[in-house]
């Protein structure tokens, strides 16, 4: 079965600075990875997706992923974050472990953007 | 286009009571899943429909948890009876498929067992 790792539960960062939040998963076999954000008090949204092709990725906002299928990695990037990115990070992973394509999902990464 | 709808948005019971939670997909979605969040942790799976149809039911805890799909439209999730073990955040999400489809997820259920 597939396993993500997300290492860092807390990310602070200024206004303006890069970030990177990690996610590594485990898989056997061909995946489809995905980041998701939770504002407050909202649900999860999509931020984007690997599918196949480009392994560089870019979403809603400015955020950028690139899949590294060698070091298992799907790292998501912005060169400059605002205040308005504070919101909880999940990167999810699918493939066709048991039959099935259900997406699982990391404990999320908290990024907290200071003024 | 109307999103997930999840009801209630909280919930606070006591040991040994039931809850119900229910959640409205996007309209024309076929596959519905429930998944769990405990504070801190991971979201994990519970279960999966397609359309009327449990697909996957693997992460189902144990059986006081039963989710239904009527008519293949909305799904409840009962807890009967509830532990403290089992607060947290419930979520429903939808997608139109196929396999690689994102999700659609709701706000979520907050279920307090107390």
């Known amino acids: 079965a597939q396993s993500v790792t997300q290492l860092d539960s807390q990310v602070p960062v200024f206004e303006e600075a890069p970030v990177e939040l990690r996610c590594n998963y485990s898989?056997?076999?061909?995946?489809?990875l995905f980041w998701y954000v939770q504002y407050p008090n909202q649900g999860l949204q999509l931020l984007l997706k690997y599918l196949s092709g480009s392994t560089l990725v870019k979403g809603i906002n400015g955020f950028e992923a690139e899949f590294n299928k060698s070091q298992t990695s799907f790292h998501l990037r912005k060169p400059s974050v605002h205040i308005s990115d504070t919101a909880e990070y999940f990167c999810a992973v699918s493939d066709m472990t048991g039959g099935s394509y259900i997406p699982t999902f990391g404990r999320g990464t908290s990024l907290i953007v200071h003024p | 286009e109307a999103g997930v709808t999840q009801f209630p948005s909280h919930s606070v019971i006591e040991k040994g009571q039931t809850v119900t939670l229910r959640c409205d997909p996007i309209s024309g979605h076929d596959n519905l899943y429930w998944y769990r969040r405990v504070m801190g942790k991971e979201i994990k799976f519970l279960l999966h429909?397609?359309?009327?149809?449990?697909?996957?039911e693997s992460g189902m805890p144990n059986n006081r948890f039963l989710a239904e799909r009527t008519g293949g439209t909305y799904s409840t999730l009962k807890v009967q009876p509830a532990e403290l073990e089992d607060s947290g955040v419930y979520f429903c999400?939808?997608?139109?498929?196929?396999?690689?489809?994102?999700?659609?997820f709701g706000n979520g259920t907050r279920l307090t067992v107390t």
């Open positions: 429909f397609v359309k009327e149809s449990k697909q996957d």
């Open positions: 999400a939808s997608s139109h498929g196929p396999y690689n489809s994102p999700l659609h």
């Open positions: 898989s056997s076999v061909s995946v489809y």
